[in-house]
């Protein structure tokens, strides 16, 4: 069974950072792809970052240059560092790890930014 376990979340200030986190558990035998996905009020699901098993990244136009999303494999843990937060970045973050015949989730985490 693999088990998500996102941390980190609160409420900012617009201009302010977070870092969130994402521990992975369970039967992982090798680094597998990782992302951060988000739902904000009232729309639908939201790829904001993610990152292969190489370290290469990729991210959303909305977030590009303020977040970076990295990865400790030693830790099976991958991270979203978020800066200049906009009252738009309120959502729920999702991190989730990709195998070949399935993707798991985690259960979400609250990101507030107060404008």
């Known amino acids: 069974q693999i088990q998500l376990a996102e941390s980190g979340g609160g409420l900012v200030r617009s201009g302010g950072s977070l870092t969130l986190s994402c521990a992975a558990s369970?039967?992982?035998?090798?680094?597998?792809?990782m992302s951060w996905y988000r739902q904000a009020p009232g729309k639908e699901y939201e790829l904001v970052a993610d990152?292969?098993?190489?370290?290469?990244?990729n991210y959303s136009d909305a977030v590009k240059g303020r977040f970076t999303i990295s990865r400790d494999n030693a830790k099976r843990t991958v991270y979203l560092e978020m800066n200049s937060l906009k009252p738009e970045d309120t959502a729920i973050y999702y991190c989730?790890?990709?195998?070949?015949?399935?993707?798991?989730w985690g259960k979400g985490i609250q990101v507030t930014v107060s404008s």
């Open positions: 989730n790890i990709v195998f070949p015949s399935s993707t798991y």
């Open positions: 369970g039967n992982i035998v090798n680094v597998r792809p």
């Open positions: 990152i292969t098993t190489s370290g290469r990244t």
